[in-house]
């Protein structure tokens, strides 16, 4: 008879994945698709919620080029990772308004009300434990400061719909979330589910996990994604915290932002802005 195994605990998982992003050279690589040209909306999210001169922390920075292209357009930064691999080559870029920092999301190891901005682009949709690290947020950023958070929205029914429409028409699906019409279709089904309930039914956040994909070949697209990231959890979570909602998405481009103004929670990318 085989043996059932024995399930991971949060704890385990959050061990495992610092061990993979500490040590994987081919989620390194990955990264190096995130250049300025990738980046470039996120920093301009970013540049206009924060005031002139606002001292930013810039969580998961990963190679440390977000954190350094807002340090150049003039204010003072704190980027930082998990990984001290991700963070080597960044080490370069460092100034006396600039300076990099290992440390994990979960334990901020900076004191209270330390910044006026608080950002992260691509980095919630790989947290084991989302609520820790938005209190840890919270925690650090100033009273009348912002936190500005920026990723895929895995919970939204249009990009499993896009998804369909693509192969439908004969291109490549999306890897592990759209790779068939058949995965793509239950994918939308799924996800129209959970917009329904988490958008009219529940009136506190429920954070949905997935076990992460953390190979040795890791192949990007948020096959190590640990948390089906949505944006109707974070403003139910900043809500119930006393925090007030700037902006529930911004979109770029004409298509961007009519979805972002008239259908901000279906919005395949997440660009939120609270204040505190």
């Given at each position: 008879m085989m043996e059932t195994p024995i399930p991971e605990t949060p704890l385990q998982l959050r061990q495992?994945?610092?061990?993979?992003?500490?040590?994987?050279?081919?989620?390194?690589?990955?990264?190096a698709a995130h250049d300025e040209v990738y980046l470039r909306h996120y920093v301009e999210l970013v540049t206009r919620y924060a005031p002139s001169g606002s001292n930013i922390l810039d969580l998961g920075c990963g190679n440390g080029i977000s954190a350094r292209l807002l340090n150049q357009a003039d204010y003072d930064v704190v980027g930082t990772d998990i990984s001290p691999l991700f963070l080597e080559e960044a080490r370069n870029w460092e100034n006396p308004k600039l300076r990099y920092q290992v440390c994990d999301v979960l334990e901020l190891p900076f004191d209270n009300e330390s910044f006026d901005v608080i950002c992260s682009n691509e980095l919630i949709e790989h947290l084991p434990?989302?609520?820790?690290?938005?209190?840890?947020?919270?925690?650090?950023?100033?009273?009348?400061?912002?936190?500005v958070l920026s990723g895929p929205n895995l919970c939204s029914p249009l990009t499993p719909f896009l998804d369909w429409i693509n192969l439908v028409c004969g291109k490549p699906g999306r890897p592990v979330w759209g790779e068939t019409k058949r995965q793509a279709l239950q994918q939308f089904k799924r996800n129209c589910g959970l917009y329904i309930k988490k958008r009219f039914v529940t009136k506190t956040p429920h954070f949905i996990y997935r076990d992460p994909d953390l190979q040795a070949d890791a192949i990007g697209g948020d096959a190590d994604s640990a948390y089906y990231a949505n944006p109707i959890d974070l403003a139910q979570f900043f809500k119930l915290n006393g925090f007030s909602i700037v902006k529930k998405a911004v979109g770029f481009g004409i298509k961007g932002k009519f979805?972002?103004?008239?259908?901000?929670?279906?919005?395949?990318?997440?660009?939120?802005?609270?204040?505190?």
């Open positions: 495992r994945m610092r061990e993979f992003y500490e040590t994987s050279e081919t989620y390194k690589d990955l990264l434990d989302v609520e820790t690290a938005l209190k840890e947020m919270g925690r650090v950023v100033r009273k009348g400061g912002k936190i979805i972002a103004n008239m259908f901000p929670y279906i919005s395949p990318y997440i660009t939120m802005v609270v204040q505190k």
